[in-house]
């Protein structure tokens, strides 16, 4: 699975819209990027994810790039219970479907 | 509730002790995955079933741990002769497959186990 790179944190102020960047230059034609949250001492929870198209769900919205090597994650209007850990994890299609989690992005979001 | 569920909740317990964690997934997911999570880290992947089978293993999940979902229903993960190195959080997650795209993974509230 290629590895991404997101920044460590990141602030955003209550109503205002949140954009997590991720890289993923090394992501290969058979991959999606899945977006997962973990709010404080629970699981992580499923956001969205996408191969190449840009996707909005009642959560959120992705935009991948053209050439897919990055992709951010929107929260169009942030509240304070989106105050989290944004995980953004590339996976192959098929086999295991094991999700590979680095260090995320830690959104806070303030009044 | 017809999330995922994992019992107990927090566990303290002795090094040296066993502890047993349990993990009821969504009832028509068909594969179950455990991580391990420590502080300030993401989760890490450590084995998962497809309906009864463990068809894969992490290298962190030492001879001292064992998983099994005997009816491909209800999983358990058993840590023997328990380190401090063992406490973090144990999350599991369930999932349907596909042949054709990777299904989501719906995680449970973790079982955090504290090894004094």
């Known amino acids: 699975d290629a590895k991404t790179t997101q920044p460590p944190s990141m602030d955003c102020a209550e109503g205002r819209a949140a954009n997590l960047p991720c890289n993923h230059s090394?992501?290969?034609?058979?991959?999606?990027v899945y977006w997962y949250r973990q709010i404080h001492s629970q699981g992580p929870q499923y956001i969205i994810h996408g191969l190449k198209n840009n996707e909005t769900n009642e959560m959120a919205s992705l935009i991948i790039t053209e050439d897919r090597k990055s992709s951010t994650l929107i929260l169009p209007h942030a509240t304070l219970r989106d105050t989290a850990v944004y995980y953004c994890?590339?996976?192959?299609?098929?086999?295991?479907?094991?999700?590979?989690f680095g260090t995320g992005t830690r959104l806070q979001v303030f009044p | 509730d017809t999330g995922v569920s994992q019992d107990p909740r927090h566990k303290i317990t002795k090094r040296g002790q066993n502890v047993t964690f349990r993990c009821d997934p969504i009832?028509?997911?068909?594969?179950l995955y455990w991580y391990r999570q420590t502080l300030g880290q993401g989760p890490e992947f450590l084995t998962y079933?497809?309906?009864?089978?463990?068809?894969?293993k992490s290298r962190l999940l030492s001879n001292r741990f064992s998983a099994e979902r005997p009816k491909g229903s209800f999983s358990t993960l058993e840590i023997q002769r328990t380190e401090q190195g063992d406490s973090a959080m144990y999350l599991c997650?369930?999932?349907?497959?596909?042949?054709?795209?990777?299904?989501?993974?719906?995680f449970g509230p973790g079982t955090r186990l504290t090894v004094t």
């Open positions: 997650a369930s999932s349907l497959t596909s042949t054709t795209l990777p299904y989501e993974q719906y």
């Open positions: 994890i590339v996976r192959i299609r098929g086999g295991t479907d094991k999700l590979i």
């Open positions: 079933f497809q309906n009864e089978a463990q068809l894969e």
């Open positions: 009832s028509e997911h068909n594969r």
């Open positions: 090394t992501i290969s034609g058979n991959e999606y």
